[in-house]
């Protein structure tokens, strides 16, 4: 396996090198190949997903995983002559007339490295952008949704030559090895602490890393919020994918006079969005339901009100201790806690006493209180009076902060992210800098 890996790096290197500037014909077309690929074989997809969740909403596959994907490449094949023309900058006067611009270059190889949760657009998201910038890709799909990383391996196989695109399956060791390939840049989706190790691994061939981490996003709700639209939105972010979405909100603040209205009202939002039994998102293994379960346990144990509305959907776990598991680490899963704060203050207190969230969910229209938290919290992104759907707008860096990651992509920021910004300068015919060389004049020295 490894002299298969290394043999399939080099061949990707040789191809790189022979083309180090791929024209925007042959990057639209890569682009349309990816967008073909998921668009013919979506029930094939579908399939795939769901033998690897053993349940999970064909809706929710269609809209998070197939569309996503179809639409990030839309947005990006539109723009992508727009973001590979070289721009203009601006030249201390000194310098005129010479001219400087920025000229974004390919990097070479990309490798990437995905999650299980969302086992097809977070394989596919960072290729599209990789793709644009004119780069040859290399994936380490996730081992635990194994039809889904099977169907991408047959399917690139199918749709790309080794030279531009390969899949790698396989377990930990094979991911291991896979970060310790000089790739020049790595893009690593999943935990933090594995994002810790791949960092480590990238570190001894300085290959420069984006990290797209996990942690607790909070959904903090003001006392001037409307009660029932934000449980319709936590509980529509918690819901989706039984919990096990990177940017779902974790845990809910809300001042402690009003924890009963709100819990109300998520309690009625999670009846209102219960779904059938057949369409409801299973816990991706054994392993991770016991986790789950053992959180629930442990918060009951403690003598927590738990208002479970059955296996499936959100479970509010109401004020638990903040040793417990349910608060110590990130959920993933259909645990909502629903803390009670003093006030607002108290509230940012507690965001900022705990690492950098991916996503800080804010229901309020209290402009000051908005500009508070901007200000004075620090988050991968902040969303108001809304949960998830800052994903789905390509012009919005995504990516962490602190523990939830370093470096964001998607649409221009992902062709900028995964190109090299080199720096290119223009001397003119006539230039002016030759009274810059020695003998130098004591008077250059005032300017
Ligand atoms: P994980 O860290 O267990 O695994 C992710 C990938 O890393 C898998 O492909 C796995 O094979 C590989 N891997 C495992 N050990 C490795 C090692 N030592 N070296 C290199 N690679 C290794 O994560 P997961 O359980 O698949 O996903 C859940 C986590 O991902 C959650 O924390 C979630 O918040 C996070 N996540 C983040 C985002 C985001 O965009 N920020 C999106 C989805 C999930």
Known sequence: MTRDLTGDFQTQRQAADQMPYPTLTVRRDRLARLARMTKHHQLEIIRAIQTDFGQRSDVEIR????NAVLHAIRHTRLHLWHWMRPWSVSMPWRLTPARA????QPLGIVGVISPWNYPWSLALMPIV???????????????????TSNLLQRLVAQYFTLEEFK???????????????PFDHLVFTGSTAVGRQVA?????????????????????????????????DIIFGKGM????????????????????????????????????????????????QQRLDAMLQEAHDHGCRIIDHGPHAPALVIDPHRELQVMREEIFGRCLPVIGVSDMSAAIRYVNARPHPL???AFTHDKGLQQQLLQTTRSGALVSNATLLHHAVPSLPFGGVGESGMGAYHGRHGFERFSHLRGIFYQAKRSASRMLYPPYRRWLIKL
């Open 241 to 288: 994918n039984g919990g096990q979405t990177c940017i779902a909100p974790d845990y809910v603040l809300v001042e402690s006079r009003h924890i009963s209205a709100v819990v109300k009202a998520l309690s009625e939002a999670i009846q209102r969005q219960r779904p059938d039994d057949h369409a409801a998102t299973h816990a991706i293994n054994a392993a991770h």
């Open 63 to 66: 809209m998070a995983e197939i």
């Open 359 to 361: 996503a800080l969910y």
């Open 167 to 181: 899949v790698v399956e396989g377990g930990v060791e094979v991911a291991r090895r896979f970060s310790e390939l």
């Open 101 to 104: 611009r920025i000229a974004p």
């Open 200 to 232: 480590q691994a990238a570190a001894v061939n300085l290959t420069p890393v984006t990290l797209e981490l996990g942690g607790k996003s909070p959904a903090i709700v003001a006392g001037d919020a409307d009660f029932d639209k934000a449980a319709t």
């Open 129 to 147: 952008d990789a793709f644009a910038a004119g780069n040859v890709v290399m994936l380490k799909p996730s081992e635990h949704s194994p039809a």
